[in-house]
Nanobody, 125 residues
Framework: QVQLVESGGGSVQVGGSLRLSCVASGRTSSNYVMGWFRQAPGKERDFVGGINWSGGTRYADFVKGRFTISRDYAKNTLYLQMNSLETEDTAVYYC???????????????????WGQGTQVTVSS
């Protein structure tokens, strides 16, 4: 079992930045994919981006180079740096993970086995 706890959410104005963190505990190792998803009210949970065991990343198209995912293996922590935030980025952001030694990185919610409780990000104009 892996437990994931997100932090760093909050309120910011358009054009601002936030950095989300996700700390993993339990049965942790480097051989798992970690990702970020988000869910706005009344909408489905969407893939934001992810990172595999070797540091390879994959992003959703709407990120447009504004977000960066990184991970600190020593601290078992995943990060999401969000810049140039837009009102459309308002959502609950979730950290997720699944075990995999492959380089390919899935973007579907059903492929992720472990989820955090989410952290709210609100962007206002």
């Amino acid at each position: 079992q892996v437990q994931l706890v997100e932090s760093g959410g909050g309120s910011v104005q358009v054009g601002g930045s936030l950095r989300l963190s996700c700390v993993a505990s339990g049965r942790t190792s480097s051989n798992y994919v970690m990702g970020w998803f988000r869910q706005a009210p009344g909408k489905e949970r969407d893939f934001v981006g992810g990172i595999n065991w070797s540091g390879g990343t994959r992003y959703a198209d709407f990120v447009k180079g504004r977000f960066t995912i990184s991970r600190d293996y020593a601290k078992n922590t995943l990060y999401l740096q969000m810049n140039s935030l837009e009102t459309e980025d308002t959502a609950v952001y979730y950290c997720a993970a699944y075990y995999s030694g492959a380089l390919f990185l899935y973007a579907r919610t059903r492929d992720y086995d472990y989820w955090g409780q989410g952290t709210q990000v609100t962007v206002s104009s």
